[in-house]
């Protein structure tokens, strides 16, 4: 098992948003955690990378507990985080957002041929590399917040909402690359999204929240071809 | 001819405003902070070079490095004792000012009571002048420009090129993915805040050594900051150089027609020009993407 | 019987002891004067050396010499920091805590708001230094000082006789240098001089150098710099020396002598002419004997307003501050360490400034 979370309780201050959440991802596995508008999805990733605090429960990432760790330490385990809204940073180029992707890295000699790969994977990264990212189109941000998260070679890759804001066709295009990401990789990826449907084409596995619990757990086929999805999603 | 010379004038005050203008702009873009006790800082680091030079003896060069190096290290210092509890407890930013106007106040006080209020000199009598013809530069009008030539171009590479000269951008961008890309905040501070404070030294060594060490020397020059940061533009840290110039220029300029009693009329009235013109200072239209 | 005989003894003595303590008490009770100054802050050294300690220094002569009228003098400090409104909070408590019958003050801007509260209060305001002219105006206040106006005419003169026809003036902001500036301004072009710039500069500046660089333009013949403070008056004349005005004379005021223009160095004030009072030698060896460095002419002045209130207590007879306050504005002539001062009918003295030259680093009298 590559990740574990093991009844999770998380909110912000005296709010407590997550109550006593299970979730697991599996090696080279893509699993998808679905939810309606205030499910607590957001918050679920943000507590589990530690962006947030944890009330109690427990994160294990590749046998080691993690819950407490520094940010520095899970990126260097080999787990990569995407804020909701493919986030950057705005004012720096490209080339900039990309390098720092790979921040914490303990070899930094690593970073400028990780940049090659991700621009490879993504050539619209390669093209724009001295443009601000804030100058970037949206799914040309969500290229590169996930490209940035690819630096530090990540095992695991957490994204939240990676189609937000972009158009039905860049949604094709993302969960293309997402997919071949993984792939190539061999890397995990936990996917948070509100718009399940293309997000359980490509997972293995589904989660769905309500209310800061668990309410489905189940293979993404399974889930998909179920009459029960649209109820869970609002929140039946 | 006179023009000229004042146009000379206002160049180097600028320059000097422009050191402790950046270095409290670097802090405020990277920690959020109003730091009004960069001013105590600023004393500190004169503090230190009297020390260095008058009851040390030390050459002046190795003096200036010894008062560089205090003032980065008071900064830190301020950080760690003032801002980092009142951080702990999550205070707001209206905190965190209050709390930085009190250390300058205390610091003020403290080397009022070491130092007494008199004014320590460094050196004897008027300084080295050059003429130009009509034109007549001190020698520290020459350095300051020196100073700001090689400074300012060496932070922009350090910003620019280095690891944490990135992420010190970056973390004034946006806090969160910061967080999120494994950079250690609490210790970015502390580089942060020496950075800035480091400039401070640079322009204190000029200015203590020209006209001595004073309890209160800091206040005014952080209120300069302040004001050429507004004109500058917040977050951009070229318009606060440029605001800084602007403002020492304004400062002489104002002078060619006017008197010097006219002085603040021209200075405060550019500001509030811009205040409510130009909210976002000369170069508000940098910071479009910045992040809100 | 007996308890009862005792019961009486005892609140006789209890009695006798009481007025007897009370009367002594009255005589031993100290005069108590008040020092209600900036002490601490920006100037606050220099207001402890030249405008407190010369007070506590006369105090502690008279004291060491069996007091007045065999009381001691008490003397109170408050600071007053330099704002009005602190200026009167310090002078009402030192009236209503201390119960002091007069109060030394300086500066122009913290004196003048506490007048008012003086005069109610019938406390005399001692005011040894201060030059604006409208402080004489209260029936309650003195001073040991030529008006501000009076140094105008006396630069003026020299000025003119040294053959300068055109001047400048730089000066820093304040009510009694504006005074002092306008008296010298009209002085000199009465004379046939002409003012051909006029610069000003704030207290908090450090800077004066753009104001210089205008002034240079003028090419004058002069310049007339005048401040509040030494640590100013430095600062001035440093950057006159720095911004090379060519000027063939530069005029000022006592300042020139303070400490901290001779801590800047450089001979920046060589050759200056400028107004004071002469110090009696004999004054300045014992103060100096006393307090560890040499008085200045403010510090004398201070002294000398102090000695004259304790001479007119002697005088009158008593600390009743109304009677005292009539003995000072009859007294006549006063030797005081600065020069012979003369009162005749308020706490306005007669008195001019005398010229002095810096020559050599020493402060000697100017001879045209």
């Not at chain 2, 973390?171 to 942060?192: F, T």
């Not at chain 3, 001073?143 to 026809?165: Q, W, Y």
């Not at chain 3, 002294?303 to 207590?313: G, N, R, S, V």
Request: net charge neutral; glycine share 10%; with cysteine.
């Amino acid at each position: 098992m590559l990740l574990q979370v093991n009844n999770l309780h998380a909110g912000y201050g005296a709010k407590q948003v997550i109550h006593g959440v299970d979730i697991n991802v599996r090696e080279r596995e893509i699993v998808a955690v679905l939810g309606h508008n205030g499910a607590g999805k957001s918050t679920l990733m943000s507590a589990i990378f530690g962006a947030i605090p944890v009330v109690s429960g427990s994160v294990f990432f590749a046998g080691a507990d993690i819950t407490y760790s520094a940010p520095s330490d899970k990126v260097n385990a080999g787990l990569g985080y995407s804020p909701q809204g493919g986030e950057s940073f705005r004012s720096l180029s490209v080339i900039d957002n990309l390098t720092l992707g790979g921040f914490a890295l303990k070899d930094q000699s690593q970073i400028p041929g990780r940049i090659k790969q991700v621009q490879e994977l993504f050539p619209a990264l390669y093209e724009r590399r001295n443009s601000r990212a804030g100058s970037l189109s949206g799914g040309e941000r969500q290229m590169l917040s996930l490209g940035a998260l690819l630096i530090a070679a990540p095992r695991l890759i957490i994204l939240d909402e990676p189609s937000g804001g972009l158009s039905p066709i860049m949604v094709d295009k993302m969960y293309e690359a997402i997919e071949n990401v993984a792939k190539t990789l061999n890397a995990s990826v936990l996917l948070v999204e509100q718009e399940a449907h293309h997000a359980l084409e490509i997972a293995d596995r589904a989660y769905v929240l309500g209310n800061g619990r668990v309410t489905f757990e189940g293979p993404a086929k399974e889930l998909a071809e179920s009459d029960k999805l649209s109820n869970l999603l609002l929140g039946f | 001819m006179l023009l000229l010379q004042l146009f000379i004038d206002g160049m180097a005050s600028g320059a000097l405003y422009a050191l402790t203008a950046v270095g409290f702009a670097i802090i405020y873009n990277g920690t959020r902070i109003l730091h009004m006790a960069h001013g105590a800082v600023f004393t500190a680091g004169g503090y230190a070079l009297y020390i260095a030079v008058k009851l040390l003896n030390l050459p002046i060069a190795v003096a200036v490095v010894v008062a560089l190096a205090s003032a980065a290290a008071f900064g830190v210092l301020i950080d760690l004792l003032v801002y980092r509890p009142l951080r702990a407890r999550k205070s707001s930013e209206a905190a965190l000012f209050i709390g930085s106007i009190g250390a300058l106040t205390l610091c003020q006080a403290v080397f009022a009571l070491i130092f007494t209020t008199d004014t320590l000199y460094l050196r004897q009598g008027p300084l080295p002048i050059y003429d130009f013809g009509e034109i007549s530069i001190t020698i520290m009008h020459i350095i300051a420009a020196g100073i700001v030539i090689v400074v300012f171009p060496i932070l922009h590479l350090f910003l620019t090129l280095t690891k944490y000269g990135r992420a010190i951008r970056a973390l004034a961008d946006n806090p969160k993915l910061s967080v999120v890309r494994g950079v250690n905040v609490e210790r970015l501070y502390m580089l942060i805040f020496a950075i800035g404070s480091l400039l401070a030294g640079f322009a204190v060594s000029l200015i203590a050594y020209d006209l001595g060490v004073r309890p209160e020397m800091g206040f005014p020059v952080m209120f300069v900051s302040l004001v050429a940061v507004i004109v500058g533009g917040v977050g951009y840290l070229p318009g606060a150089a440029a605001g800084a110039f602007l403002l020492g220029l304004l400062q002489n300029l104002s002078l060619w027609q006017l008197s010097g009693r006219w002085q603040d009329v021209v200075v405060f009235g550019a500001l509030l020009i811009f205040l409510i013109f130009r909210p976002a200072g000369l170069f508000g239209h940098m910071l479009s993407t910045r992040r809100v | 019987m007996q308890t009862m005989n005792s019961n009486r003894l005892r609140i006789i003595f209890a009695a006798a002891s009481l007025v007897f303590t009370t009367v002594l008490s009255q005589a031993q009770e100290p005069i108590k004067i008040g020092v209600a100054m900036p002490t601490g802050g920006q100037n606050g050294e220099y207001v402890k050396r030249s405008f407190v300690a010369p007070t506590e220094f006369a105090a502690r002569e008279i004291n060491a010499a069996g007091g007045i009228l065999g009381r001691q003098v008490k003397v109170t400090v408050e600071d007053t920091r330099f704002d009005g409104a602190g200026a009167v909070a310090a002078l009402t408590k030192l009236i209503n805590v201390d119960k002091i019958m007069a109060v030394f003050t300086a500066f122009t801007p913290l004196t003048l708001p506490q007048l008012p509260v003086a005069e109610e209060n019938k406390v005399i305001v001692v005011a040894g230094a201060m030059e604006h002219p409208d402080l004489t105006k209260s029936r309650w206040a003195v001073r040991m000082t030529p008006t501000a106006e009076k140094a105008g005419p006396v630069i003026a003169d020299a000025a003119n006789k040294l053959g300068m026809k055109t001047a400048v003036i730089l000066s820093e902001e304040n009510e009694a240098i504006r005074i002092s500036v306008r008296s010298f301004a009209a002085a000199f072009e009465k004379l046939g001089g002409k003012i051909v710039g006029d610069e000003t500069f704030k207290t908090q500046d450090t800077e004066m150098r753009g104001q210089l660089t205008k002034l240079r333009a003028a090419r004058p013949d002069a310049i007339y710099v005048i401040a509040s403070q030494g640590r100013i008056m430095g600062l001035a004349l440093k950057q006159i020396s720095e911004a090379q005005l060519r000027q063939k004379h530069i005029f000022s005021n006592h300042l020139v002598e303070d400490r901290e223009i001779k801590a800047i160095g450089g001979g920046i004030s060589e050759g200056v002419i400028y107004t004071t009072l002469n110090i009696d030698p004999a004054f300045a060896a014992r103060f100096k004997a006393g307090m560890g460095y040499d008085p200045d002419a403010n510090a004398a002045k201070n002294y000398d307003a102090t000695m004259l209130l304790f001479e007119a207590i002697k005088r009158a007879g008593t600390d009743d501050s109304t009677k005292v306050r009539d003995t000072i504005y009859s007294f006549g002539p006063y030797k005081g360490t600065v020069g012979d001062f003369k009162f005749e009918g308020s706490g306005e003295p007669i008195i001019a400034p005398i010229l002095k030259v810096i020559k050599g680093g020493e402060f000697v009298d100017y001879k045209p």
